[in-house]
């Protein structure tokens, strides 16, 4: 049931694109996304619902592709803040939230 | 308003012992969920309350377990520790138990046992 991140982790330079990608093999109700910096709690980034409702950071940018039970996260123009560790999470309709593995993001001047 | 507390921040416990953990959700929230956190693990869903029920268990042992009071707070205990228990306890508090509302987490407990 755990949903699957690729890439597991992502090197990059300042101004550059990424996306991260998660997937599931149940259809889903919500994908969440999530970032975690190294000693620090996740913070909530977006949530894509199913039917095409978004709520989320104004800067954050996301897509959900529900027959194929998937999402990207795309990360534009990258600043150093956004190192850290990107977490997906999805729900079933079952009220539980499984995160996947995690992608490691860094960020370099 | 105050964010997820969580306590004790850190613990060292021995194999064998047990533990309790503490969360205290953000006021207002209903539900509260926690996750085992350990290197290329990810988050690993351990249980769900929403007033006061657990409504969802992750696939853990019976040693690990918990409850939410009326107040919404919530602690988790683990019996019996074991040296794999080792590991960033999170818990995250939500509005209500649906999957279309954010999460908030608290800053964990890191679990040592020696």
């Known amino acids: 049931q755990q949903p699957v991140q690729s890439p597991q982790a992502v090197i990059l330079r300042e101004g550059e694109d990424a996306v991260i990608n998660c997937s599931s093999s149940k259809a889903l109700y919500s994908v969440h996304w999530y970032r975690q910096k190294h000693g620090e709690a996740p913070i909530f980034l977006m949530i894509l619902l199913k039917g095409g409702e978004q709520k989320g950071h104004d800067k954050i940018s996301a897509s959900f592709n529900e027959k194929k039970q998937q999402s990207s996260l795309y990360l534009t123009a990258s600043q150093l803040s956004y190192s850290g560790t990107y977490f997906c999470g999805t729900d079933l309709n079952t009220d539980k939230l499984i995160f996947g593995t995690g992608t490691r993001l860094q960020v370099f001047p | 308003k105050a964010g997820v507390t969580q306590t004790p921040r850190y613990l060292i416990k021995t194999r064998g012992q047990q533990v309790t953990l503490s969360c205290s959700p953000i006021?207002?929230?209903?539900?509260v969920s926690w996750y085992q956190q350990t290197p290329g693990q990810g988050l690993q869903f351990l249980f769900e309350y929403f007033s006061e029920t657990q409504r969802n268990k992750g696939n853990f042992p019976g040693r690990f377990s918990g409850r939410q009071f009326s107040n919404s707070r919530s602690e988790m205990n683990v019996s019996t520790l074991e040296l794999g228990d080792s590991a960033l306890y999170l818990c995250a508090s939500s509005l209500n138990a649906r999957g279309n509302t954010e999460a908030f987490f608290g800053q964990g407990t890191r679990l040592t046992v020696v």
């Open positions: 006021s207002g929230h209903r539900s």
